[in-house]
């Protein structure tokens, strides 16, 4: 509260001093919906956000590039208070200001292009059309602006290209698709020695890109929200191991160890055979990880459990106190 009277004194202030549309205004008012968004009063942080575009379009109005940071910061916002179609649309605004402004080449596109991609990725379905293939069209479009454009850097192509990878290794079979966008980051990223260090931590391990995947079934949802509640105790637990190929896929899935045994082993297993993968790479070329484990602590109702299951509960919860 004393956050949010001192903005609006110096909003006041700057408002007497240079009238309703001060230029100075803006980087306040941007300032305060931020403060709002941690206050966790997601209107009043759109509605700054709103009035944070307004400032700036009466000083820049029409086709200018001067718009983009605030309406960049206005599509960000809407997307961070799940404000998602709305999100879409300001993307799209500012999308089409950036083309009117710069061309449709334009590499000021390629921010609000990844941006878009990646709110589609996470929506299965827009506009009665699948978010998923919307998503793609974005990004190819992202990697032709980048490749075309001279001045383009060999990171901003590189991020583009693996960006694409790690799209479509989590919607796609076509593992031949997913390593090519990979080495084709990997080699705009080898061309430079300065970006060589930004290289090896891109593909130094395979990384996790799906948690949480989309066929992930209820019943395991309702395990994972189990194993993060702080309040319960922990007197279950399962490890899976698993390797990963060299197009970023789990295989080998395993069970290591489960307490109480078989009790949850098929939906974890099948969770753990869902995960994608940006795969490790060494001098160019996709690599395969083996060894890897998914662990999960939760909390069992002992007494729902059979009685052997529960007896071996009992046993492991008395070992863990011990240690």
Do not use: C
Not at 209 to 236: C, F, H, I, W, Y
């Amino acid at each position: 509260p004393e956050a949010e009277t001192a903005y609006h004194h110096t909003l006041h202030v700057h408002q007497v001093n240079y009238g309703f549309f001060g230029l100075d205004k803006a980087e306040i008012v941007n300032e305060l919906s931020q403060a709002y968004f941690v206050m966790g009063d997601l209107e009043s942080a759109n509605n700054m956000q709103k009035s944070y575009v307004g400032i700036v379009e009466h000083h820049y109005p029409g086709k200018n590039l001067e718009r983009v940071p605030s309406l960049t910061s206005q599509a960000e916002m809407l997307y961070q208070t799940e404000s998602t179609f709305r999100s879409l649309n300001a993307y799209r605004r500012l999308i089409a200001l950036i083309e009117d402004a710069d061309g449709p080449d334009s590499m000021e596109l390629i921010p609000a292009l990844t941006s878009i991609s990646d709110i589609l990725l996470n929506n299965r379905i827009i506009d009665g059309e699948d978010g998923g293939e919307k998503a793609m069209r974005y990004l190819r479009r992202a990697a032709a602006i980048t490749e075309k454009n001279e001045d383009t850097s060999e990171l901003e192509k590189a991020n583009v290209f693996i960006m694409m990878g790690d799209f479509l290794s989590i919607q796609t079979p076509d593992r031949g698709a997913v390593v090519g966008n990979y080495k084709r980051g990997w080699e705009y990223l080898d061309g430079n020695p300065e970006l060589h260090a930004y290289r090896d931590e891109a593909f130094e391990n395979a990384l996790l890109l799906n948690p949480v995947p989309r066929s992930t079934a209820p019943a395991m949802q309702d395990l994972l929200e189990n194993a993060s509640d702080p309040e319960q105790p922990k007197n279950g637990h399962i490890i899976v191991g698993y390797d990963v190929d060299e197009g970023g896929r789990p295989e080998n899935v395993r069970v290591v160890e489960s307490v109480p045994p078989g009790l949850h082993d098929y939906i974890v297993k099948n969770h753990v055979r869902d995960f994608a993968f940006r795969p490790r790479f060494e001098a160019g070329q996709p690599v395969g990880s083996p060894n890897q484990t998914f662990e999960l602590r939760y909390s069992v109702d002992e007494e729902e459990l059979p009685e052997e299951l529960r007896q071996n509960t009992t046993e492991v919860a008395k070992a863990d106190a011990i240690q």
